[in-house]
């Protein structure tokens, strides 16, 4: 089985919780930036990472499509402004992951496509959090 390329996507991260407390309101955020854009996927976006630590929040989604840098600059504004915020914004090559079925453990041949950065960052993040438990 051939894994699909890596697609190009916008990375917007948070020190802050934008999916899973707010995800309804992120979500709306979102479609309407694409709906006022004109933007064909209608402001699908894909969550790469949602977290609550110690050291507070940090969630991390990425957006697909054609979005400019200005036009994703637009939606990094608008979610700093709605959640009083900094959102940082990448351009990155997402991977694709594969997924597995639930009851036979089979590749379905869907995937979601992950930022291993934005993993990495978490990980270190609840490494570092964990020693200071420990200490």
């Not at 977290?51 to 957006?63: E, H, L, N, R």
């Not at 079925?101 to 089979?106: K, L, N």
């Amino acid at each position: 089985m051939t894994h699909p390329p890596l697609i190009d996507a916008w990375v917007l991260e948070a020190d802050a919780d934008l999916i899973m407390a707010r995800y309804d309101d992120t979500t709306q955020t979102v479609r309407a930036w694409a709906a006022q854009l004109g933007l064909a996927d209608g402001g699908s976006f894909n969550i790469q990472y949602s977290g609550s630590t110690a050291a507070g929040a940090f969630d991390a989604f990425s957006v697909t499509g054609e979005a400019t840098a200005d036009q994703i600059e637009q939606l990094a504004s608008r979610l700093s402004r709605v959640y009083d915020t900094r959102i940082f914004v990448s351009r990155r090559q997402l991977i694709a992951v594969p997924h597995v079925g639930m009851m036979d453990g089979r590749l379905t041949g869907k995937y979601s496509y992950f930022d291993p950065e934005v993993g990495e960052r978490a990980q270190r993040r609840l490494e570092r959090e964990e020693k200071r438990d420990l200490n």
